[in-house]
Structures are given as structure tokens and as C-alpha cells.
């Protein structure tokens, strides 16, 4: 079994289409939604974790492309530049997969991209613009 975080972007014209749906029911995919957002006549986007086969999951990502899904992988999507963390902690109580840590011999902020799920809590969170999005 593989596995694959990804970052899908869906057109209007696809948001109310039951993609996930066939990605189950045709390619035999495990898909579990870590985030949604979706806004009816615009575009959606929505975080997902993807597991099965390495084939099974070549094809259900080749018929994403196909209908016209954009794919990113998710490790791309949130960043924690360091050179502007001050190690203040603000962010370390809001993240809610614990992607944020305290290292508790140095005291120093760790981000782990592996339990990030890009919920964005800690963008407005960090003073000092050291967490970003790259949507
Ligand atoms: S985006 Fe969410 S999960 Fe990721 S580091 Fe920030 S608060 Fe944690
Ligand atoms: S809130 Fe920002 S500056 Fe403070 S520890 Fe978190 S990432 Fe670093």
C-alpha cells in the first residue's frame, strides 16, 4: 500500500461532481479529506490523504488530471521559514496535529511537514510572518 498527501483544485465546473466518489468506488482508493474548502460556482480545493496500490493510486491521480483536477503534493503547501521564527511558542498551542513542536532540551519550534494538514491556524497566529501558504 502507498500513500500521498495531496492538494486538489477543482474548477467550478467540477465542485459538485462526486470525484472522491469514483476515486472509492472505480480506483479502490482509500481517500480521507483532511481539509474542504468549497464555495458552490467556484473553485474548491481540498487537502487529502490517498491510499492504495501504486497503481491504483497512478491511475485515480491520472483520472484527476484527466477531468481536469489540479494536483500539487501537499509538502509544498505550507512552510515554515525559519529565518524569521523567533522561537516565541505563540504557534505551538494552536496547531492541532502537534506539526509544531518545542524541542524541550533546546526550547527551540520544530515543524514537522509530515502532521502538517495546511489548516492555516497558525499563519494569523505567528507575529513575525514565519509560517506561509502556498496556495
Ligand atoms: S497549517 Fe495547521 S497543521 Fe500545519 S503547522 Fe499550521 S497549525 Fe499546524
Ligand atoms: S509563532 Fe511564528 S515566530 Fe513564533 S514560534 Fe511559531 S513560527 Fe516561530
Not at 491520472?62 to 503534493?73: A, C, F, N, R
Not at 533546546?106 to 501558504?133: G, H, N, T
Request: charged share 25%.
Amino acid at each position: 500500500m502507498a500513500k500521498r498527501r495531496l492538494v486538489l483544485t477543482f474548477p467550478p465546473s467540477l465542485v459538485n461532481k462526486p470525484v472522491t466518489y469514483h476515486l472509492v468506488k472505480d480506483y479502490h482508493l482509500v481517500v480521507n479529506i483532511l481539509r474542504a474548502r468549497v464555495t458552490p460556482e467556484e473553485e474548491g480545493k481540498l487537502v487529502i490523504d490517498l491510499e492504495g496500490s501504486s497503481d491504483a493510486l497512478n491511475k485515480g491521480i491520472e483520472y484527476l488530471q484527466k477531468i481536469g483536477v489540479h494536483i500539487q503534493p501537499l509538502a509544498r503547501d505550507v512552510v515554515w521559514r525559519k529565518e524569521r521564527c523567533t522561537h516565541c511558542t505563540a504557534c505551538i498551542t494552536i496547531c492541532p496535529t502537534g506539526a509544531l513542536s518545542v524541542d524541550r532540551e533546546s526550547w527551540e519550534v520544530r515543524f514537522d511537514k509530515e502532521k502538517c494538514i495546511a489548516c492555516e491556524l497558525c499563519i494569523p497566529a505567528c507575529p513575525y510572518q514565519a509560517m506561509e501558504i502556498l496556495l
